[in-house]
């Protein structure tokens, strides 16, 4: 690591732009990721008929959260205090090294498809743990769903961004943007129709959000991610929370630029920066904001019906990859 | 509609005092006879004159109604328990042998119903010389679930503080992995000690207590303490109090079936039927406060009286039923919702006929039980007939309910139209004493209120049996085939009142 | 050097048996671990001479073996399985001293480990079909004393033992019968003249060899259907010989598979390989779906061995079949990755039996259902159970990662070959490797999570304490291994890829660009661990001072120790959390038509209504399908030879021993 | 403000009024104010009802399970004053007797504009 730094150094004198683009990604999915969870609750509260909370809400919950008491319960291991630091830091570095704002390789081969899936099961199995860790029926419980709905939507993540590795040539997640940039074609191609099917599927059950998990429940049986979450409380929980909603943020932001790459800051510059940040706003903010729209119109589905929608979205992506072999 | 319409008499109840071993026959005669116990209630005489326990048996139509009654021995109060014949009696009994102390001889599962483990064992509230309630034991023994044993089978314990607006209660599920293998429900933890506030009030002041038994039921057991108190009194109430007191229970039943629908909805995650329901809810509040001068309802129905500021409009009520309909159509059209409503949490006929629920559980497992119909206080007219479905699942309680809330608004609109006044009442109650027996169809199911006066017109005793009572054993025989994730949407579906199963 | 290296090592491990065999109780214990050790570093010093330097030694000797001599060789290939078991070998030695301390093993237990440990270093030095199949004779039979030593008397034990006796009987007599029809027309059983005149064997007979030996080889591997034994006899075998077993026997059937496909048979067809390619399928997921609804620590890990040997013979499969298809260098890639991926199997499924071992050493049960917070009790074991785990899991910054990734990425690049069967495999392998992902984290969450930490759930687990130093160094020693081949793997992978050279005919070599990190020399694909986990360890320090630093008043700085939140009611009990076989239980419902899980629920009321109940059990068992398909009726109607079979081993060793020698006195005699 | 509802022995006639609070009319929700699944996500407790001797315990659990800062509002008479309920033999007290009580709502039960109003005061919006 120390000699790859070192080579860095050397051979790249942008290596202080790169550090600070990577940062302004983590800090982006980092306030992003709340503003369009704040988003999407307020199109529910409109839906039904309410102002709701406003779409800073979450941002002010987090400042207020990490100025609360830590709670552990008495049982648990250093593990429950690892868990949302692993989970928040996971996502970061995820944030850090997947072409968000800029499409320019942040960190040298670092954005690979199979890192980014695995980074992401990092965070899905510290917070398993996490859950585990305090002995609850719940914790447990809901360690149970998160894993088994995991094991089902991992593969189709990893096997729906496939399609597009294989269209590029290159499972570098910077080389598949650019490839998309210089193909605007592809865009209507039938495997990436499959394969943003497939991942539409994934991103909805990795944010545990209807019909796969729903987040606004108050009824500990029927939860999946909250499940795991109810013993943490103050720092804790807004780490947890953070975490959450920076990998929404991210796959969100991955979602957009896989599949409609402009605006992406391709050139580098300041104001291409800028442009990216704010083409990568506008992107996710209308992803978020037409997930929340099917999210009003549908309910939760029977927790047994989950494996078999992940299925479907994984079969979506076997035919994608498929198409997209057949079709070279 | 004529003016030679009449009110609805006093209802016939013959007396009978048994021995403890004519019980057992007597209240067999009866069971085969197509009668269900309504009610045990356990009394304490005082002044060495020791403890009574009165059986009500009831059935309908034609209204009939039997009491049982049998002394007991001072020194040992016991009855023989008839839990073998009639599963409600089991229940019933280990009431008695908590609060009264009264043993139930040869009951097959006789561990404690009301008492929880913290409360002193020889310590019986409802006796005449309980006293001041003695201190808690702390750190006393858990409540002997009977576990499921087996090699990876682990409990969920929920509560008794819920999440989300539930009451509290406990439930324990034993479980392997999503599949439910038993659930046990421990409840009384809001019990308050009520019937024991009734004693010593004027029958004019039971009401109010009446009206806080269950929060959201305050007009039917507000009216089911009046009959019964009228039934003591030997008053006959005019024809539009009768009249007036039905509206004011079927908009109770209307509010509350609403509010369930759109519960139901947002158990399954659909929030924009539960919004709408609940926005539909608040009309029906805002109506209810307008007609009775409180959004619960309050204060409408006392004894020998009704009282209401206005009636229900037609408007009004073809806007709610309006709405009712886009409800139920905004669920129905959902094919998620649908998927997780069919099937859920089935109530097999025969298991709801032994447990011996009621209300829209019971109607909803295709059992037939009205009070409406079985034991009328009032003239409901030709055309209402039970609401019944045969699957037993939640899509049928679901079903039961929307069906009763759109023929409610049809019978509020016709018995409004049939009252002539908006204020009727008999004027003075009489000083007399007596027992009193009073049963109406609430919005959960049948309920039951049983009281004694003395010759100044003060409560010496008031049972009450909330339909709740009789109805939750079953949610756990309906859990059979349920996974852990569909139980608050089974429970939901129950809606069993907390408040008033625990008193 | 590396000829005497190998050959000290080879004698350390004969004199620890010997030792084992003689000395006092105290003593041998010692005596032989030591000796074992010093084998084991033999051994690799060895190996590791003949990896480094790319040069083969080879020796004949006649005077060892009557009528045929021995032959010995070491090539790369056969040092890279030389040097895991080594490594295996070397922590095992370490951490049997403390697994003997408490109950000191009988002499012959002590013995059959060296022993067992010497045939493992034996076979991929073979170099003659005599020497092979008595060296692959030596280790079936030392293994299966090894397994039956402790515990023989135990009903499941001599269950195990049967099924192994009679899987591995069954594949040496396949892999016998293959080499012998290999030696009789190639005119001469050394492998390098067989290597010499593959070129004269007809088409027929190298497929009709390669699929009796892929037999053999692949039950040993423990490849579906063939893998039936594996769960059976890993749970039974005392942890330090199930950690040789999955962490260097299984090794040794793709060793085979490699040496005859690949050196003797030249490559051979493509249909071979993707054969191969299908069983790695097939044994990937249904072993990580068992692994993921087990509830024994053992009988997981065997399952999960079944997974990762899978995986290897997906990666061996398509490295083949790329191989036959002209595209060499790609092929080089991807048996390099299939390689590295043994050798993270071999140190973290090492380090997670010895873990086994110790949670059973601990709490007296490896039953996940009775275990828990052991991660207080025994933090060293968790800690290094825990490296294991997440390793096998795929987690960035530890080695399966980096063997994972380059499996992928080697599969990814082949998608541009022209086979349409071959792309099929590909894709094939590719979606496995991505489903097997997520069932092992669940599996391996389930054993973490359950097993260690929330609160004991027996009499056993609350009374655990931590294991001895010995067998912390040994866990210790495979778990650092895990850890620095996950953020250098570069730092192996040219060593790795001479092996890769020596096992593919044409020897595509330079897969990969030097470094420290993974970076492919064909494309542009490469990942840095060391950079990510520098980027992880950064993004934590900064989450974490941010959290500490924020504005607070002094009271609520640390945070509180409080009874886990329960509803509002007082008693938290073990029973209220979740079991091992209820976390498997969602993933066995959605997969119940592979898994078929068997459900009783027993329940009895009182006379006078149901609804009274005064006793309720239950109970679940997930058989093996392919066993119970397959292999029941199969023995059914061999119920004649059954009968046979159960007389001939019925736990006695004598039996056995007799047995094993009859078979390579019948060995020697076909082959002279 | 994040509020853990704790029913200590209400006649659940509160609850309805809670419910209507936060239902599209009243939308307590847009000043910020939401009820949660865990007292441990909690920032005060809605206690509501007279504190039954059942409910004594769990109610001083969910309490102390709550992180600091945190406060108590206690909805309706029952839990103000212990309303028509005070001195039944299963009663314990009203909320005060067996927690401290920040904020009080009166009201049998109190309306849901008066419910939205005492936790605007709390989050001060």
């Known amino acids: 690591m120390i000699g790859t730094l070192a080579t860095l150094v050397a051979t790249s004198p942008g290596l202080l732009a790169r550090v600070g683009a990577s940062a302004l990604q983590v800090v982006a999915v980092c306030v992003g990721g709340p503003l369009l969870l704040g988003l999407m609750g307020k199109i529910r509260s409109r839906a039904e008929g309410r102002v709701g909370p406003?779409?800073?809400?979450?941002?002010?919950?987090?400042?207020?959260?990490?100025?609360?008491?830590?709670?552990?319960?008495?049982?648990?291991?250093?593990?429950?205090?690892?868990?949302?630091?692993?989970?928040?830091?996971?996502?970061?570095?995820c944030a850090a090294i997947t072409p968000l704002v800029t499409a320019r390789p942040v960190i040298a081969g670092g954005a690979d498809v199979f890192a980014v899936v695995y980074l992401l099961l990092m965070g899905s199995v510290a917070l398993a743990l996490g859950g585990l860790d305090a002995g609850t029926a719940f914790g447990g419980m809901g360690s149970s769903r998160a894993m088994t709905v995991g094991a089902i939507s991992e593969p189709a993540l990893l096997v729906a961004v496939l399609a597009l590795a294989i269209q590029a040539h290159t499972s570098n997640l910077p080389g598949i943007v650019n490839a998309s940039l210089s193909h605007p074609e592809w865009l209507a191609s039938p495997q990436r129709l499959l394969a943003l099917a497939a991942l539409v599927v994934v991103v909805i059950a990795e944010t545990g959000r209807i019909p796969v998990d729903n987040p606004s429940t108050h009824l500990e049986l029927t939860m999946i991610h909250e499940a795991m979450i109810l013993e943490y409380a103050g720092p804790d929980l807004a780490l947890v929370t953070v975490g959450e909603a920076m990998r929404l943020g991210l796959l969100l932001g991955l979602v957009a630029n896989l599949f409609f790459p402009w605006g992406i800051d391709a050139s580098g510059g300041g104001l291409a920066m800028l442009v990216g940040l704010v083409a990568l706003g506008a992107k996710t903010a209308a992803i978020a904001a037409s997930v929340a729209l099917v999210e009003v119109s549908t309910a939760k589905l029977r927790l047994f019906r989950v494996p078999e929608l992940l299925a479907g979205g994984f079969v979506l992506a076997a035919v994608a990859v498929t198409t997209g072999l057949v079709a070279r | 509609m004529t003016l030679r319409e009449r009110a609805v008499p006093l209802p016939v109840r013959t007396c009978e005092l048994v021995t403890a071993s004519e019980l057992e026959a007597r209240a067999r005669a009866l069971l085969d006879a197509g009668f269900r116990l309504a009610m045990v209630a356990g009394h304490d005489d005082g002044h060495g004159d020791g403890l009574r326990a009165v059986y009500v048996f009831c059935a309908g139509p034609p209204d009939r109604r039997v009491e049982l009654q049998i002394r007991l021995d001072p020194n040992r109060p016991a009855v023989p328990s008839l839990a073998a014949w009639s599963f409600p009696a089991s229940r019933f009994e280990r009431e008695l042998a908590d609060l009264f102390g009264i043993e139930p001889l040869g009951h097959p599962f006789p561990r404690p119903l009301v008492r929880h483990q913290h409360w002193p064992r020889d310590w019986f509230p409802m006796r005449r010389d309980a006293g001041a309630s003695p201190p808690l034991r702390v750190g006393a023994e858990p409540f002997p679930f009977v576990a499921v044993e087996g090699p990876g089978v682990y409990e969920i314990p929920v509560g008794p503080v819920h999440a989300g607006l539930i009451e509290p209660g406990h439930f324990r599920f034993f479980v392997v992995g999503e599949t439910i293998l038993k659930m046990k429900a421990r409840l009384w933890f809001v019990h308050r000690g009520v019937e024991k506030l009734f004693e010593g009030r004027p029958v004019s002041d039971g009401v109010v207590l009446a009206e806080r038994i269950s929060g959201d039921t305050a007009a039917a057991h507000a009216l089911a303490y009046c009959l019964a108190v009228e039934d003591a009194l030997k008053i006959e109430v005019p024809r539009d109090v009768q009249l007036l007191r039905a509206v004011v229970v079927e908009l109770e039943r209307v509010t509350n079936h609403v509010a369930d629908l759109g519960a139901l909805c947002n158990d399954v995650g659909f929030g924009v039927a539960q919004a709408y329901a609940l926005t539909l809810r608040e009309t029906l509040l805002r109506l209810a406060g307008e007609v009775t001068g409180h959004r619960l309802l309050r204060g409408a129905i006392r004894p020998g009286a009704a009282t209401l500021r206005r009636v229900p409009t037609g408007a009004e009520l073809a806007d709610v039923a309006a709405r009712v309909e886009r409800l139920v159509d905004l669920a129905t059209s959902n094919a998620v919702v649908m998927d997780r409503f069919k099937g859920t949490a089935v109530l097999p006929r025969p298991d709801a006929e032994a447990i011996g629920v009621l209300g829209v559980v019971a109607r909803a497992s295709g059992v037939a039980v009205d009070a409406r119909i079985a034991h009328p206080f009032c003239d409901f007219g030709a055309d209402l007939v039970p609401v019944v479905e045969a699957s037993g699942d939640v899509l049928a309680r679901f079903s039961v309910r929307a069906r009763e809330a759109a023929a409610s608004l049809r019978l509020v609109e016709a018995l409004a139209g049939r009252a002539r006044s908006l204020e009727a009442s008999v004027g003075g109650l009489p000083q007399r004493g007596g027992s009193g027996l009073g049963m109406v169809e609430g919005w959960r199911g049948t309920i039951v209120h049983r009281v004694e006066v003395d010759a100044d017109g003060h409560l010496t005793r008031a049972k009450v049996v909330d339909p709740s009572f009789l109805t939750w054993p079953a949610l756990s025989v309906a859990l059979g085939d349920t996974i852990v994730p569909d139980f608050p949407l089974?429970?939901?579906s129950f809606n069993l009142s907390y408040a008033g199963n625990d008193l | 050097m590396s000829t005497a290296a190998y050959f000290i090592g080879l004698g350390a491990a004969s004199a620890a048996a010997l030792l084992g065999a003689v000395l006092?109780?105290?003593?041998?214990?010692?005596?032989?671990?030591?000796?074992?050790?010093?084998?084991?570093?033999a051994a690799l010093v060895g190996a590791g001479d003949v990896l480094v330097s790319g040069h083969a030694f080879s020796v004949h000797t006649a005077q060892v073996l009557p009528l045929t001599g021995v032959d010995l060789s070491l090539d790369p290939l056969g040092a890279l399985f030389v040097a895991a078991t080594a490594v295996v070998g070397l922590a095992v030695s370490c951490y049997s001293v403390g697994y003997g301390v408490h109950a000191t093993p009988s002499r012959i237990a002590t013995a059959t480990l060296p022993a067992f440990l010497a045939t493992l270093l034996l076979v991929p030095a073979a170099a003659s079909v005599a020497t092979f199949m008595v060296a692959w004779e030596l280790m079936a039979l030392t293994s299966l004393l090894a397994l039956l030593t402790d515990h023989r008397r135990r009903r499941e034990t001599r269950d195990a033992a049967q099924w192994y006796a009679a899987m591995t009987h069954i594949g040496a007599a396949a892999i016998l019968l293959g080499l012998v029809l290999l030696a009789a027309h190639a005119g001469g059983q050394s492998f390098a003249a067989i290597a010499a005149h593959r070129r004269q064997l007809s088409l027929p007979l190298t497929s009709v060899v390669f699929v009796l030996t892929l037999f053999g080889f692949a039950s040993k591997a423990g490849a579906v259907p063939l893998h039936v034994w594996l769960p059976r006899a890993h749970p039974e075998a005392p942890s330090p010989v199930s950690a040789l077993m999955s962490g260097a026997m299984v090794n040794l059937g793709v060793y085979g598979i490699l040496r005859v496909g690949e050196d003797l048979l030249g490559g051979g067809e493509m249909w071979w390989w993707l054969v191969v390619a299908a069983l790695g399928v097939v044994s990937a997921v249904f072993g990580a779906l068992h692994a993921a609804a087990s509830t024994d620590t053992k009988r997981l890990l065997a399952y999960s061995t079944v997974d990762n040997v899978g995986l290897v013979l997906i990666g061996v499969g398509a490295a083949g079949a790329l191989a036959a298809g002209g595209q060499q260098a790609l092929a080089g890639l991807v048996l390099l990755a299939a390689l590295f991926h043994l050798v993270n199997h071999a140190l973290f499924k090492g380090c997670l039996f010895l873990g086994a071992g110790a949670l059973q050493h601990a709490a007296g049960t490896r039953d996940l259902d009775r275990l828990g917070g052991l991660a207080r009790k025994m933090p060293a074991t968790a800690i290094f159970f825990g490296a294991g785990a997440l390793s096998i899991s795929a987690l960035p910054g530890l080695n399966g990662f980096a063997s994972e990734w380059l499996l992928f990425e080697g599969l990814l690049q082949g998608f541009a070959?022209?086979?349409?069967?071959?792309?099929?495999?590909?894709?094939?392998?590719?979606?496995?490797?991505?489903?097997?992902?997520?069932?092992?984290?669940?599996?391996?969450?389930?054993?973490?999570?359950?097993?260690?930490?929330?609160?004991?759930?027996?009499?056993?687990a609350g009374a655990a304490r931590e294991v001895g130093p010995s067998m912390l160094i040994g866990m210790g020693f495979l778990a650092g291994g895990c850890v620095v081949l996950g953020i250098v793997p570069g730092v192996v992978l040219p060593v790795i890829d001479r092996a890769t050279t020596a096992g593919l005919v044409a020897g595509a070599s330079r897969a990969i660009r030097p470094g420290l990190g993974l970076a492919l020399a064909s494309v542009h694909s490469e990942i840095d661990p060391g950079l990510l986990v520098g980027g992880l360890l950064v993004a934590l320090v900064v989450a974490w001072g941010a959290v500490r630093l924020a504005p607070r008043s002094a009271e609520l700085r640390s945070p509180r120790r409080a009874a886990a939140w329960g509803c509002g009611r007082d008693l938290q009990t073990a029973r209220m959390e979740i079991t091992a076989t209820s976390f498997a239980e969602p993933l066995q419902r959605v997969f119940a038509d592979v898994l078929r899980p068997d459900h009783d629920l027993e329940v009895t009321h009182t006379a006078e209504s149901r609804y009274f109940p005064e006793a309720i059990t239950f109970h679940q068992r997930v058989d093996d399908a392919v066993e119970r398909v397959v292999y029941r009726p199969v023995m059914a109607a061999v119920a004649w030879w059954g009968h046979l079979a159960r007389r001939v081993p019925n736990g006695s060793v004598h039996r056995y021993l007799a047995f094993g020698f009859a078979t390579l006195v019948l060995v020697l005699v076909v082959l002279a | 403000?994040?509020?853990?509802?704790?029913?200590?022995?209400?006649?659940?006639?509160?609850?309805?009024?809670?419910?209507?609070?936060?239902?599209?009319?009243?939308?307590?929700?847009?000043?910020?104010?939401?009820?949660?699944?865990?007292?441990?996500?909690?920032?005060?407790?809605?206690?509501?009802?007279?504190?039954?001797?059942?409910?004594?315990?769990?109610?001083?659990?969910?309490?102390?399970?709550?992180p600091r800062p945190r406060v108590v509002v206690a909805c309706g008479d029952c839990a103000v004053n212990g309303g028509l309920f005070a001195g039944a033999y299963g009663v314990a007290g009203s909320v005060h007797d067996v927690v401290p009580?920040?904020?009080?709502?009166?009201?049998?039960?109190?309306?849901?504009?008066?419910?939205?109003?005492?936790?605007?005061?709390?989050?001060?919006r």
């Open chain 4, 101 to 124: 009580v920040d904020v009080e709502i009166p009201g049998c039960p109190p309306e849901p504009s008066e419910i939205t109003e005492a936790l605007r005061r709390l989050t001060g």
């Open chain 1, 54 to 93: 406003p779409i800073t809400q979450g941002l002010l919950d987090l400042r207020k959260l990490v100025r609360k008491e830590a709670i552990r319960a008495e049982h648990t291991s250093a593990v429950a205090a690892l868990a949302p630091l692993v989970l928040v830091s996971s996502a970061a570095l």
């Open chain 2, 490 to 492: 089974a429970n939901k």
């Open chain 4, 1 to 66: 403000m994040q509020l853990r509802h704790v029913d200590a022995g209400s006649c659940n006639g509160c609850e309805i009024e809670i419910a209507q609070a936060f239902a599209p009319v009243c939308d307590a929700g847009r000043f910020g104010a939401r009820l949660v699944a865990s007292p441990r996500h909690a920032d005060g407790l809605l206690v509501t009802g007279v504190v039954t001797k059942n409910m004594a315990v769990p109610l001083q659990m969910t309490f102390e399970a709550t």
């Open chain 3, 24 to 41: 006092p109780a105290r003593r041998r214990l010692l005596a032989a671990a030591v000796l074992s050790a010093a084998a084991c570093l």
């Open chain 3, 417 to 460: 070959s022209r086979s349409a069967v071959t792309v099929a495999a590909l894709l094939a392998g590719v979606a496995t490797l991505a489903i097997t992902g997520g069932l092992t984290a669940t599996a391996f969450v389930k054993a973490l999570g359950v097993g260690f930490l929330g609160q004991p759930r027996s009499e056993g």
